[in-house]
């Protein structure tokens, strides 16, 4: 089993309360499929927030990315391919920002164990094109999380209640812009 499904089973456990539809879903490590799967999720389910996780393979730290970038996916997917022109929608916008100011998500949260890093650089991959499109679709209503791979310190149980504290943050500062 990968890491991620690990980490979000966890997450799934824990749940975020009774007042939230957590849904879990795997997207493929290939541009094309996730961006369509992407689509589907803000056409049909319409949800209040997308939050996307990611395994950074070299991270010590969670990282809150802000924003997602159009250009400059020149990277092979699983299946060898990469977007046409390099960029996630072509005639979208140099990059999108989250509707989550994760600086203050950043200065705001602690989870005990780990250190927690603010970027505005999802790495011109998967993820990052994962995220523009989740925010192209969703304007703006997107969030992404990169995760450090699991070791004895840094366990999928611990990495699913630092998702929970960070979701639930999340979720407050969408409750604070719908009031």
Not at 28 to 35: D, I, N, R, S
Not at 102 to 131: P, Q
């Amino acid at each position: 089993r990968s890491p991620r499904v690990l980490i979000l089973k966890e997450l799934s456990k824990q749940g975020l309360g009774k007042n939230i539809d957590l849904r879990i879903m795997q997207l493929p490590v290939v541009y094309q499929k996730a961006k369509e799967q992407v689509f589907k999720i803000w056409t049909t389910l319409q949800p209040l927030l997308t939050v996307h996780v990611g395994l950074a393979s070299s991270a010590k730290a969670i990282i809150l990315e802000q924003c997602g970038k159009n250009k400059g996916y020149q990277e092979m997917d699983a299946c060898g391919f990469h977007p046409e022109g390099g960029c996630c929608v072509l005639d979208g916008p140099e990059k999108i920002e989250s509707t989550i100011n994760m600086k203050t998500l950043w200065k705001n949260i602690s989870v005990e164990g780990t250190d927690i890093i603010f970027s505005r650089d999802a790495g011109r991959y998967i993820c990052d094109y994962t995220y523009y499109t989740s925010l192209y679709y969703g304007n703006g209503r997107a969030a992404f999380i990169h995760v450090p791979p699991l070791s004895k310190s840094v366990t999928a149980v611990f990495l699913g209640k630092a998702l929970q504290i960070i979701i639930l943050e999340m979720l407050k500062q969408c409750g604070e812009e719908r009031e």
